[in-house]
């Protein structure tokens, strides 16, 4: 970590005034780039955690987009892997299947 600070010190405090534009929100961010993973949306600890903790890339990348979209916490965020929502995601019971025309029913289920 001081490796870092010490090599890029001067290029991330140099910063020039009026060179940035004014970027879309996170969440916007990722609708455009759905082919990347959303790293660089979340901070360095949220990003430890998922390394660490969640060794499979589509459980990652599903954490990492929830973390963005609801804005969780690192706290709620390791709670969330320890209780593997990522597991338990669109399990709960329901009807729609039998309800909902063919169009309507992947968008509520993936809400669920």
């Known amino acids: ?18 060179y940035f534009s004014i970027a879309q929100p996170a969440v916007a961010q990722l609708k455009n780039n ?5 790293i660089k949306h979340l ?9 660490q903790r969640v060794k499979d890339l589509k459980a990652r ?14 706290d709620y ?3 969330a892997i320890k209780l593997d929502y990522y597991g338990k995601h669109g399990t709960l019971a329901n009807n729609f299947d039998t309800t909902l025309p ?7 289920v993936n809400v669920w």
Not at 34 to 38: A, G, H, R
Not at 102 to 108: D, G, I, L, W
């Open 34 to 38: 759905v082919n990347t993973l959303p």
């Open 102 to 108: 063919a169009t309507e029913e992947p968008k509520f």
């Open 1 to 18: 970590m001081m490796q870092f600070y010490n090599e890029y010190n001067k290029e991330l405090t140099m910063v020039k005034v009026g």
């Open 61 to 74: 990348y599903w954490y990492m987009v929830q973390c963005i979209t609801g804005h969780w916490s690192k």
């Open 77 to 79: 965020l390791a709670e």
């Open 43 to 51: 901070n360095w600890t949220h990003n430890i955690i998922l390394l």
